[in-house]
């Protein structure tokens, strides 16, 4: 964002909390390598006021992010972007992806997607993540 | 599971809800077609125990379920499978798959997933949804 490029979305009018979207949605930018380390996130209240939401619901989404090593919000400069060290997965980790990448695709079956559809969009995003 | 077949498991040390982890499981059960309509699943009481949840728990899924039209537990015979009529999708549908997809595999990445891994689970999922 920094950048005028990534763009967080989130549905206000979802079941999810906005805490999850906006969480899942910036983990999801970082991971696709959006930005670059020292790169600075928006402040946490101009980003409240652009998604509709209540400051600590952004604040509280930093820590999270901060947590798991994407964010340094230790230094009174705001949000940055850290290098974030590669993990190395644990075996719950992998069965729990499997486990909701199944729920997953299963719900928008439920929801009326064609399968070929749900496959499609499978096959895509594989293809995005192997071609980088 | 009334052909003592399909099994349900849950992680009771995972930070998703009980509730929702048996939802999501009972539908992806469901939706590959474990169940014939007019199948009975195992009353709220004996899952709760066979699970390790409290019962409420069980009979909270199975209501969710009831209201995306799986189950009949109109007739006190217990949760009935029926047979569902084929929903269409609403755009929304699609792009909440789409998003949360995204966000999933992100979330597997950063938790020190290969993508490769990733790209071949995707694969592998799409693979079986369209040969059937």
Do not use: C
Request: charged share 30%; no cysteine; hydrophobic share 40%.
């Amino acid at each position: 964002m920094t950048h005028g490029v990534p763009v967080l979305r989130i549905d206000l009018g979802s079941d999810r909390p906005a805490y999850e979207q906006i969480v899942g949605g910036l983990r999801a930018l970082l991971v696709a390598g959006e930005f670059a380390s020292g790169d600075r996130l928006p402040p946490v209240r101009q980003l409240a006021i652009d998604l509709g939401v209540h400051h600590n619901t952004v604040a509280e989404s930093y820590r999270v992010l901060e947590q798991e090593g994407w964010l340094d919000l230790s230094r009174g400069r705001g949000a940055i972007v850290r290098r974030r060290p590669e993990r190395k997965a644990s075996p719950a980790a992998k069965q729990e992806f499997s486990r909701r990448l199944e729920e997953l695709a299963a719900k928008a079956i439920a929801d009326g997607l064609p399968r070929a559809s749900v496959a499609e969009q499978l096959k895509a995003l594989a293809g995005r993540l192997t071609e980088t």
